[in-house]
């Protein structure tokens, strides 16, 4: 059955209408007024810690300097520490990241460290001496049409203050 050919135009009017309304709120991602938001590892939390599987969780802090909120649909990531690779993946977790503000998003990491135990025990004997880990990732932004924002951070962490005395 064929619609008359009035009806078919206010349709696809409306339609077009609905499309456009729905990428108005998405230009400003695409714009020149999108600012990268600001990410940082702020903690890594040692879940279990066994023979064969590490279980963390790293905590990472997004800053928002956007005047609309900010959806993130994932992360994608690699943690070294000096030049062992400790973890890599992609988390897909949901975060709303207000306006001009920052919210905290968390991945579980879950790992395997044999191959590389002595190496770590090397590190561990002097636990006052510095480690360098290094981030490297991408945050997926956005809804439908998102972008991806590159993301790293170094830095270093003491054994000596994780290791209960």
């Known amino acids: 059955m064929l619609c008359p050919p009035r009806i078919t135009r206010t349709l696809n009017t409306v339609v077009l209408l609905g499309l456009f309304s729905l990428l108005s709120g998405c230009s400003t991602w695409f714009g020149a007024e999108f600012r990268d938001p600001r990410v940082e590892l702020t903690k890594v939390e040692i879940i279990k810690a066994r023979l064969l599987e590490q279980q963390f969780l790293l905590r990472f802090r997004i800053d928002n300097p956007n005047d ?66 290094r981030f490297d990732g991408e945050i997926k932004t956005g809804l439908m049409f998102g972008r991806k924002v590159h993301v790293a951070s170094n830095g270093e962490i003491i054994p000596g203050n994780f290791i209960p005395e």
Do not use: C, Q
């Open 68 to 133: 609309r909120s900010l959806p993130v649909r994932g992360l994608v990531y690699t943690v070294h520490l000096n030049d062992v690779e400790l973890a890599s993946g992609e988390s897909s977790g949901w975060l709303t990241v207000p306006a001009n503000g920052f919210d905290y998003y968390e991945v579980p990491v879950h790992t395997n460290l044999w191959r590389h135990m002595k190496y770590i025990v090397r590190l561990l004997e002097k636990p006052d001496r510095p480690i360098r880990y």
